[in-house]
């Protein structure tokens, strides 16, 4: 008999539902990474338990498919990785995961809820571990990978868990339906409703937030009922495959097929992508990265109801403000977070040519864009204390790429590559900052991913708000970011924003920054422009992962 999880979960379960419904602050896993919280041990646990899966294959019980596939995993901090993981190829994948569906089907949304909020307690103990994983993948410095790769991926996957079961549970299983007839007996109907599952489920992971856009996806899949494929970016299997682990483990646990979830793993020079989406039995598809692949998904697996966040390019509009000090602060911390490489780190920063008002003072466009600029290189002239927040770069190309941009502009602030106290060999590089022309749209309006923005010179206020508004309307974008103390501008610019469909931040001097969300209270994406067609997570990110069967049966009085 399985293991009914969802008794233990239950009180979780009630308090995201009140969450999901208010929309404030509230988590059940702890973002500290110091004290006891996690125990004594956890964080000396967590290193050891990372540092044991390096130059070995890994490891996953029970796991079809034979041999093992050499990863092309990296990491950003120079260490060596030498990971392998299970071989498994495409037709092995859907047979195996398709053998469980049944049973996981008939065991109904309470049990299937149970079953994944187990899975996610079970991720949380192991936050640490997760967050050398995520590191060392993806390049988040230890913090943010803590926090974003751990507990804030978890509260993302819960919420999805959530949302998925809110729609199922106001489905009943069975009703007495009559309708009366007047003086003629009633017409009476015994219904059943069951919810169906759409079929094999596909997430093909990206390199820089593996779990946080992850687990979303992979949730509301098997809340619904569906077996998952989990294809990792080929630079970021690990925070994946350990998660993959956890969640076959539990199934088995519970009672049932550990094969409704399975890592399929490729590289780069030999990738299943193409194949595996576009087979027949794969009915969902959710996809985090490149334009170029996500638009091939969605004009190719047509057999698929396919979830996409792609690049975006995302603004900030400065008009007159006072704390102009304030805005600074912000915006150091925001261009420097994770280097850039977020997909809601703005690139643009649209101001007018003629500059704006500061505390009754006309500001010059220039002094505006040198106190921005100086205020990114001030917040990472202690190397030391700058690596902990700029994080690693990812990927070479993105390296690459910031030595290209130099010449695209004005340079008000050159990217130094600097040393890290721990990691002699780690990739990392400070923001380049540059002032360019609003005419110059071929340059600023499609996303050069990494610690590159552009600073813009617009035709007054009205200029700056049109370039943002165009920029985003063609190329898409998921956060976009004002300040003004006009209400009128405040006003105009939060109505475009509205629809244009971006997570709109208005005037941020303090501790919150724009690139930055909340599970259970911020939309991430909207699915309303070329960024992205889905939004983490709302009903519809839920509702196409299932379908509802209907039996009706006569009834004689």
């Not at 868990?161 to 007495?176: D, G, K, M």
């Not at 990691?423 to 610690?451: C, M, N, S, W």
């Not at 501008?489 to 924003?497: D, I, P, Q, R, W």
């Not at 909207?526 to 509802?548: C, H």
Request: hydrophobic residues 40%.
């Amino acid at each position: 008999m399985a293991t009914n999880y969802f008794d233990a979960h239950r009180e979780t379960l009630s308090q995201a539902l009140a969450a999901l419904r208010d929309r404030d602050y509230w988590t059940p896993y702890s973002e500290r990474a110091s004290g006891s919280i996690y125990g004594e041990t956890a964080a000396e646990d967590g290193e050891a338990a990372f540092k044991a899966y390096l130059g070995k294959a890994f490891d996953l019980p029970g796991h079809p498919g034979d041999g093992v596939i050499a990863s092309d995993e990296t990491s950003p901090y120079g260490i060596a990785m030498d990971l392998s993981y299970p071989a498994l190829d495409t037709d092995t994948a859907l047979a195996a995961a398709k053998a469980g569906m049944k049973a996981w089907r008939d065991a109904g949304p309470d049990m299937r809820t149970g079953v994944c909020l187990e899975i996610l307690h079970r991720i949380n103990q192991r936050s640490f571990e997760m967050a050398h994983a995520v590191m060392h993948t993806t390049g988040q410095a230890f913090m943010m990978a803590f926090q974003a790769g751990g507990p804030h991926a978890q509260d993302r996957g819960l919420e999805a868990i959530t949302q998925a079961y809110a729609l199922q549970s106001a489905i009943p299983e069975q009703i007495r339906w009559e309708k009366p007839q007047g003086k003629n007996p009633s017409l009476i109907l015994e219904k059943r409703y069951r919810i169906m599952p759409k079929g094999v489920a596909v997430t093909v992971g990206v390199s820089t937030f593996p779990t946080w856009n992850g687990y979303p996806g992979i949730m509301a899949s098997l809340v619904a009922g569906n077996p998952v494929i989990v294809k990792p970016h080929p630079t970021a299997v690990l925070p994946l495959a350990i998660s993959v682990r956890i969640m076959r483990d539990v199934l088995e646990d519970a009672g049932f097929d550990p094969n409704l979830v399975l890592l399929q793993t490729d590289t780069r020079a030999a990738p299943v992508g193409q194949d595996l989406c576009t087979r027949p039995e794969v009915k969902l598809i959710d996809f985090t990265g490149s334009n170029a692949f996500g638009e091939w998904l969605e004009q190719n697996a047509k057999q698929a109801q396919v979830y996409t966040e792609k690049a975006g390019v995302n603004a900030v509009v400065i008009d007159d403000f006072d704390n102009l000090k304030g805005l600074c602060r912000n915006m150091a911390f925001t261009l420097s977070l994770f280097s850039g490489q977020m997909c809601t780190t703005p690139q643009n920063i649209f101001i007018p040519k003629d500059g704006i008002t500061v505390a009754g003072e006309k500001m010059s466009f220039e002094a505006v864009a040198e106190a921005i600029a100086g205020a990114v290189g001030k917040f990472n002239s202690d190397p030391a204390r700058a690596v902990h927040v700029l994080g690693a770069i990812q990927s070479p190309d993105t390296a690459a790429r910031i030595d290209t941009a130099r010449s695209l502009g004005k340079v008000l602030l050159d990217s130094q590559k600097i040393d890290h106290p721990d990691f002699p060999d780690a990739r990392v590089h400070t923001p380049l900052i540059l002032a360019i022309d609003a005419a110059e749209r071929q340059k600023y309006e499609t996303e050069l991913f990494g610690p590159i923005t552009f600073i813009i010179a617009c035709d007054g206020i009205d200029g700056a708000l049109e370039a943002w508004r165009s920029t985003v309307a063609a190329k898409g974008a998921i956060t976009s970011s004002v300040y003004s103390d006009r209400p009128a501008v405040l006003e105009a610019a939060e109505a475009l924003g509205e629809e244009l469909g971006v997570l709109m931040s208005v005037n941020l001097t303090g501790g919150t920054f724009v690139n930055q969300t909340a599970a259970f209270s911020d939309y991430h994406a909207s699915g309303a422009n070329p960024a992205a067609n889905a939004s983490l997570v709302d009903t519809a990110f839920v509702a196409g992962r299932f379908r509802v069967a209907e039996t009706r049966r006569h009834v004689e009085e």
